[in-house]
């Protein structure tokens, strides 16, 4: 599982409150990722990260941020949850397979689930 | 637009026999395909990740195929087993390897 842990795995959580998901990864991976999976839709981009304060928005970045000030954590943030967010959410690394540079695999999270009542 | 398309979107397949799904892609410039599978409740873990220059790549009875030239891939699975019932998801990347694009998905559910 390449070290990946998220937290909290499950939450449920009322429209317009903040809400913060965290990625902690053990083996100092410089890429980090978040994306949503919702059904119908393949895994969805929202923001990721290429190194500590360096992060860019993914296809559907609208309503979160994304924090991350040591290499090993990546916060997603919903600074005012709705309900078009309940979703599940997966964090991945990427690392290189060893062959070439740019062979990267992704190593996800076990997902939070997050409902927006 | 840079797109990823999988069918069947779900089959159901008996123990023991064998299965392909497909992928179609847009995503350009093409870096690599791989597929993952992704058990419920899990997050997807990688099979195989293929190049432009590899047409056929196989980890143990899962073998995938690539023709970079009419952006198709497949994944075959052979003699299948109960505990290949999973999502299987293909996934391209484009530029150095660091943006990837998802397909939605086949799952697959093998009975006895």
């Known amino acids: 599982d390449a070290g990946i842990t998220q937290s909290p795995r499950h939450k449920v959580t009322e429209t317009g409150t903040p809400v913060t998901l965290r990625c902690h990864q053990t083996e100092n991976h410089r890429y980090m990722y978040w994306y949503r999976q919702d059904p119908g839709h393949g895994l969805r981009l929202i923001h990721y990260?290429?190194?500590?304060?360096?992060?860019d928005k993914g296809e559907v970045s609208d309503g979160y941020s994304v924090s991350r000030s040591k290499t090993e954590d990546f916060l997603l943030t919903l600074e005012s949850a709705t309900s078009s967010q309940t979703s599940v959410y997966f964090c991945a690394i990427s690392r290189t397979s060893g062959r070439e540079a740019w062979e990267n695999i992704q190593y996800f999270g076990a997902g939070t689930r997050l409902s927006v009542l | 637009k840079n797109q990823v398309e999988q069918s069947p979107q779900s089959l159901i397949i008996l123990e023991g026999k064998n299965c392909t799904l497909q992928?179609?892609?847009?995503?350009?410039?093409?870096?690599?395909l791989r597929w993952y599978k992704q058990d419920t409740g899990r997050g997807p873990v990688s099979l195989t990740i293929?190049?432009?220059?590899?047409n056929t790549k196989s980890n143990g009875r899962y073998t995938a195929t690539l023709d970079a030239d009419t952006k198709q891939s497949s994944l075959h699975i052979t003699a299948s087993q109960l505990s290949d019932s999973a999502s299987y998801i293909c996934v391209v990347s484009r530029d150095t390897g660091n943006q990837f694009y998802f397909g939605t998905g086949t799952s697959l559910t093998v009975i006895p």
């Open positions: 990260s290429y190194g500590v304060k360096d992060t």
């Open positions: 293929m190049t432009f220059s590899e």
């Open positions: 992928c179609n892609y847009t995503v350009s410039p093409f870096s690599n």
